[in-house]
């Protein structure tokens, strides 16, 4: 499986914008978090929702006048967006990072995977493999139940 | 299947500390900072009356231009509480959850009185927990195949 499908959803602002625009790129677009990208778009830091409430509102600092800059985290750990899922649960694993950046062969931003997205997918996927063997089970049980006591009402 | 093993108690998280509903945002979010969680139970006149999260203070707070400073917490929050019973089961409470388009419920006990919080994520964590799924999905082959051993083949 490809991380490909995921780069479709990021929102970028650059150093400078206030972490009140960031705001409204999570608000406009519904996601949790927004990547800073320098001029040629590629990857410096990165901003999220909770960030925001700590960093921002929580120290009474006005948001209009907070460049992103102030309160984005460095270090970005990222992987081409041509990626498999392997590597990014393996990457979050080992870098202890709940978020990855997608970049294209040119180094510019094109997506982010993020640990929610892949919790929620496997969870289900594992839940309806549960549900399959407790199916069975059932079937089983039935059908032993119906063949043992025939004349059971 | 797997509500039959688990129960909300099992999963959920202890309730954090509430929030005023006139306190501001800005308090919310100093709270949340200080409690180290992401969300906080409302509460006006000694009741529960709703629920803020971190995001509702970025998202609705923030990003629409109010100075959260001044904002009341009542403003931004999801008025209203779903919730569900400690001893319910695991799949009940998420079936809830869907019904409702929430991605968390508050946990009741018996007394009515407010416990906890349950999220999706709370659910979706353990069922992806793998010491968790080889334990349910052993116990079940073992049993599939002792049946199998025990029962004449035609």
Redesign the interface.
Known sequence: MSLSKYGKTVGKVTPRASAREACREMAQRQIGCVVVVSDDEKPIGIVTDRDVALRVVAEGRDPERTPVEDIMSTGLTTLPVDASFESATRLMRDRQVRRIPLVGADGRVEGIVSLDDFVLLLGMELGNLASAVFGELAREEAAQRSGQEPSRR | ??GAVMLVKQLMSHRPASIDADDT??EA??R??ALDV?ALPVSAHGRFVGMVT??D???R?????A???RVRVRQVMTPGLITCFEDERVDDAAALMAHHGVRRLAVVNRELELVGFLS??D???S??DAEW?RR??SQ??E??SA?RTA?PTT
């Open positions: 299947m797997f945002v800005q979010a100093a949340m900072r992401g971190d995001r203070l970025t998202i707070a923030t990003a629409s231009g100075d959260p400073r999706i994520d659910i979706a964590v069922i992806a799924l349910v999905l079940a082959f049993r599939v049946r029962e």
